[in-house]
Protein backbone atom coordinates (compact mmCIF):
# COMPACT_ATOMS: atom_id res chain seq x y z
CA UNK A 1 0.00 0.00 0.00
CA UNK A 2 1.04 3.38 -0.39
CA UNK A 3 2.57 5.51 2.57
CA UNK A 4 1.59 9.31 3.15
CA UNK A 5 4.33 10.97 5.30
CA UNK A 6 3.45 14.57 6.26
CA UNK A 7 6.15 17.02 7.54
CA UNK A 8 6.16 18.78 10.13
CA UNK A 9 3.68 16.98 12.55
CA UNK A 10 3.51 20.42 13.91
CA UNK A 11 4.27 23.62 13.45
CA UNK A 12 4.50 27.42 15.42
CA UNK A 13 3.88 30.75 13.69
CA UNK A 14 2.47 34.09 13.73
CA UNK A 15 -0.66 36.05 11.92
CA UNK A 16 0.50 36.57 8.80
CA UNK A 17 3.30 34.00 8.35
CA UNK A 18 3.69 32.01 5.12
CA UNK A 19 3.14 28.29 6.46
CA UNK A 20 4.12 25.24 4.08
CA UNK A 21 2.94 22.04 5.03
CA UNK A 22 4.84 18.97 2.60
CA UNK A 23 3.23 15.68 1.79
CA UNK A 24 4.75 13.02 0.42
CA UNK A 25 3.47 9.84 -1.09
CA UNK A 26 5.42 5.87 -1.29
CA UNK A 27 4.74 5.76 -4.70
CA UNK A 28 3.80 7.97 -7.63
CA UNK A 29 0.07 9.10 -7.14
CA UNK A 30 -0.50 11.30 -9.86
CA UNK A 31 -2.04 14.44 -9.08
CA UNK A 32 -4.94 12.34 -6.92
CA UNK A 33 -4.26 14.01 -3.99
CA UNK A 34 -6.38 16.20 -1.42
CA UNK A 35 -5.91 18.62 2.07
CA UNK A 36 -8.51 18.80 4.63
CA UNK A 37 -8.26 21.10 7.61
CA UNK A 38 -9.98 19.95 10.75
CA UNK A 39 -10.93 22.05 13.80
CA UNK A 40 -10.56 20.53 16.86
CA UNK A 41 -13.82 18.65 17.74
CA UNK A 42 -15.14 19.51 14.00
CA UNK A 43 -15.80 17.78 11.03
CA UNK A 44 -12.96 17.35 8.50
CA UNK A 45 -13.28 20.10 5.45
CA UNK A 46 -12.06 19.90 2.18
CA UNK A 47 -9.53 22.58 0.96
CA UNK A 48 -7.91 21.39 -1.77
CA UNK A 49 -8.39 18.68 -4.35
CA UNK A 50 -6.51 17.27 -7.74
CA UNK A 51 -3.13 18.54 -5.40
CA UNK A 52 -3.77 22.29 -6.78
CA UNK A 53 -7.83 22.82 -7.12
CA UNK A 54 -9.53 24.84 -4.70
CA UNK A 55 -12.81 24.45 -3.01
CA UNK A 56 -15.45 25.78 -3.73
CA UNK A 57 -15.66 29.07 -0.71
CA UNK A 58 -12.12 28.29 0.63
CA UNK A 59 -10.20 31.21 0.82
CA UNK A 60 -7.79 32.04 -1.58
CA UNK A 61 -4.86 32.25 0.77
CA UNK A 62 -4.80 28.59 1.21
CA UNK A 63 -2.96 26.78 -2.51
CA UNK A 64 -1.45 22.87 -3.45
CA UNK A 65 0.83 22.09 -5.31
CA UNK A 66 2.84 18.87 -6.63
CA UNK A 67 2.44 15.60 -8.81
CA UNK A 68 3.71 12.44 -8.37
CA UNK A 69 5.10 12.05 -4.98
CA UNK A 70 6.12 15.18 -3.38
CA UNK A 71 2.95 17.64 -2.60
CA UNK A 72 2.67 21.09 -0.84
CA UNK A 73 -0.20 22.78 1.01
CA UNK A 74 0.61 26.69 1.86
CA UNK A 75 -0.90 29.39 3.33
CA UNK A 76 0.36 32.43 2.06
CA UNK A 77 -0.52 34.43 5.35
CA UNK A 78 -1.78 32.77 8.42
CA UNK A 79 -4.28 33.78 9.97
CA UNK A 80 -6.00 33.08 13.89
CA UNK A 81 -9.08 31.22 12.02
CA UNK A 82 -6.66 28.82 10.09
CA UNK A 83 -5.30 27.45 13.86
CA UNK A 84 -6.05 23.68 13.09
CA UNK A 85 -4.74 20.28 11.77
CA UNK A 86 -4.24 19.54 8.53
CA UNK A 87 -4.14 16.51 6.44
CA UNK A 88 -3.25 15.25 3.09
CA UNK A 89 -5.06 12.13 1.67
CA UNK A 90 -4.44 9.97 -1.57
CA UNK A 91 -7.13 8.84 -3.46
CA UNK A 92 -6.85 7.66 -6.97
CA UNK A 93 -7.55 3.92 -5.29
CA UNK A 94 -7.75 1.98 -1.83
CA UNK A 95 -6.59 2.27 0.40
CA UNK A 96 -7.38 6.35 0.29
CA UNK A 97 -4.75 6.49 3.17
CA UNK A 98 -4.39 9.98 5.10
CA UNK A 99 -1.17 11.25 6.05
CA UNK A 100 -0.92 11.75 9.88
CA UNK A 101 -1.38 15.09 10.20
CA UNK A 102 0.17 18.29 11.03
CA UNK A 103 -0.90 20.41 13.83
CA UNK A 104 -0.73 24.68 13.21
CA UNK A 105 -0.87 26.46 15.86
CA UNK A 106 0.17 30.35 16.63
CA UNK A 107 2.76 31.59 17.98
CA UNK B 1 -27.80 20.64 -0.26
CA UNK B 2 -26.01 17.75 0.24
CA UNK B 3 -26.47 16.29 3.94
CA UNK B 4 -24.98 13.40 5.32
CA UNK B 5 -26.52 12.51 8.87
CA UNK B 6 -25.32 10.40 11.12
CA UNK B 7 -26.53 7.59 14.20
CA UNK B 8 -25.91 9.08 17.52
CA UNK B 9 -23.34 7.71 19.99
CA UNK B 10 -23.06 3.87 20.98
CA UNK B 11 -21.84 2.74 24.36
CA UNK B 12 -20.49 -0.89 23.67
CA UNK B 13 -18.84 -3.41 25.26
CA UNK B 14 -15.89 -5.73 24.18
CA UNK B 15 -16.99 -8.39 21.99
CA UNK B 16 -20.10 -6.79 20.71
CA UNK B 17 -20.87 -5.16 17.22
CA UNK B 18 -21.89 -1.84 16.45
CA UNK B 19 -24.11 -0.78 13.11
CA UNK B 20 -23.75 3.18 12.57
CA UNK B 21 -26.06 4.64 9.77
CA UNK B 22 -25.68 7.45 7.56
CA UNK B 23 -28.53 8.81 5.38
CA UNK B 24 -28.20 10.95 2.83
CA UNK B 25 -30.38 13.23 1.01
CA UNK B 26 -30.17 16.84 -1.33
CA UNK B 27 -28.26 14.44 -4.37
CA UNK B 28 -28.55 11.00 -6.05
CA UNK B 29 -27.47 8.61 -3.42
CA UNK B 30 -26.48 6.07 -6.19
CA UNK B 31 -24.75 8.64 -8.17
CA UNK B 32 -21.69 8.96 -5.54
CA UNK B 33 -19.58 6.44 -3.56
CA UNK B 34 -19.45 6.53 0.22
CA UNK B 35 -16.13 6.20 2.50
CA UNK B 36 -16.13 5.71 5.63
CA UNK B 37 -13.36 6.82 8.41
CA UNK B 38 -12.47 6.91 12.28
CA UNK B 39 -10.44 8.92 14.15
CA UNK B 40 -9.71 7.46 17.63
CA UNK B 41 -9.15 9.91 20.56
CA UNK B 42 -6.37 12.60 20.07
CA UNK B 43 -5.57 10.83 17.25
CA UNK B 44 -5.68 11.33 12.79
CA UNK B 45 -8.32 10.14 10.48
CA UNK B 46 -8.12 6.46 9.48
CA UNK B 47 -9.77 5.31 6.15
CA UNK B 48 -11.47 2.41 6.58
CA UNK B 49 -13.35 1.53 3.85
CA UNK B 50 -14.95 2.39 0.52
CA UNK B 51 -18.42 1.71 -1.12
CA UNK B 52 -20.02 2.14 -4.81
CA UNK B 53 -23.85 2.71 -3.81
CA UNK B 54 -24.51 2.09 -7.12
CA UNK B 55 -23.45 -1.64 -7.38
CA UNK B 56 -22.66 -2.75 -4.06
CA UNK B 57 -18.70 -2.81 -4.25
CA UNK B 58 -16.39 -2.86 -1.35
CA UNK B 59 -13.14 -1.95 -0.15
CA UNK B 60 -11.83 -2.46 3.27
CA UNK B 61 -8.55 -1.17 4.89
CA UNK B 62 -6.68 -4.29 5.49
CA UNK B 63 -6.21 -3.56 9.58
CA UNK B 64 -10.27 -4.29 9.49
CA UNK B 65 -11.03 -6.81 6.91
CA UNK B 66 -13.48 -9.75 8.33
CA UNK B 67 -14.62 -7.17 11.01
CA UNK B 68 -15.87 -4.62 9.03
CA UNK B 69 -19.24 -4.23 6.27
CA UNK B 70 -20.21 -1.86 4.59
CA UNK B 71 -23.71 -2.16 2.94
CA UNK B 72 -26.04 0.65 1.80
CA UNK B 73 -30.24 0.52 1.41
CA UNK B 74 -30.83 2.49 -1.72
CA UNK B 75 -34.39 2.31 -0.48
CA UNK B 76 -34.07 4.83 2.02
CA UNK B 77 -30.82 6.28 0.79
CA UNK B 78 -28.77 5.53 4.21
CA UNK B 79 -25.33 3.65 4.31
CA UNK B 80 -24.40 1.38 7.04
CA UNK B 81 -21.05 0.40 8.97
CA UNK B 82 -20.99 -2.40 10.99
CA UNK B 83 -18.02 -3.30 13.14
CA UNK B 84 -17.58 -6.62 15.28
CA UNK B 85 -15.83 -7.74 17.72
CA UNK B 86 -14.69 -4.66 19.51
CA UNK B 87 -12.23 -4.12 21.18
CA UNK B 88 -11.18 -0.99 23.05
CA UNK B 89 -8.92 0.42 20.56
CA UNK B 90 -12.19 1.26 18.07
CA UNK B 91 -13.02 3.94 20.76
CA UNK B 92 -13.09 6.54 18.25
CA UNK B 93 -15.39 9.03 15.91
CA UNK B 94 -16.95 7.38 12.93
CA UNK B 95 -17.52 9.44 9.86
CA UNK B 96 -19.25 8.74 6.76
CA UNK B 97 -18.06 11.21 3.75
CA UNK B 98 -19.92 11.14 0.07
CA UNK B 99 -17.34 11.31 -2.73
CA UNK B 100 -17.23 13.94 -5.48
CA UNK B 101 -18.27 11.08 -7.54
CA UNK B 102 -19.23 7.10 -8.46
CA UNK B 103 -15.13 6.17 -8.09
CA UNK B 104 -12.51 6.87 -5.83
CA UNK B 105 -12.55 10.36 -5.17
CA UNK B 106 -11.94 13.49 -2.73
CA UNK B 107 -14.55 14.09 -0.40
CA UNK B 108 -16.29 17.25 0.03
CA UNK B 109 -19.27 16.27 2.19
CA UNK B 110 -18.90 14.53 5.61
CA UNK B 111 -21.34 13.53 7.95
CA UNK B 112 -21.37 14.84 11.68
CA UNK B 113 -19.47 11.87 13.06
CA UNK B 114 -20.77 9.16 15.48
CA UNK B 115 -18.88 8.37 18.75
CA UNK B 116 -18.49 4.77 19.75
CA UNK B 117 -17.25 4.37 23.08
CA UNK B 118 -15.72 0.67 23.77
CA UNK B 119 -15.73 0.14 27.39
CA UNK B 120 -16.66 -2.74 30.31
Known amino acids: DVQMTQSPSSLSASVGDRVTITCRAS??????LAWYQQKPGKVPKLLIY???SLQSGVPSRFSGSGSGTDFTLTISSLQPEDVATYYC?????????FGQGTKVELK | QVQLVQSGAEVKKPGASVKVSCKAS????????LTWVRQAPGQGLEWMGW????????DYAQNLQGRVTLTTDTSTNTAYMELRSLVSDDTAVYFC?????????????WGQGTLVTVSS
Open chain 2, 97 to 109: AREAHSGYDYLPS
Open chain 2, 26 to 33: GYSFTDNS
Open chain 2, 51 to 58: INTYNGMT
Open chain 1, 27 to 32: LGIRNY
Open chain 1, 50 to 52: AAS
Open chain 1, 89 to 97: QKYNSAPQT
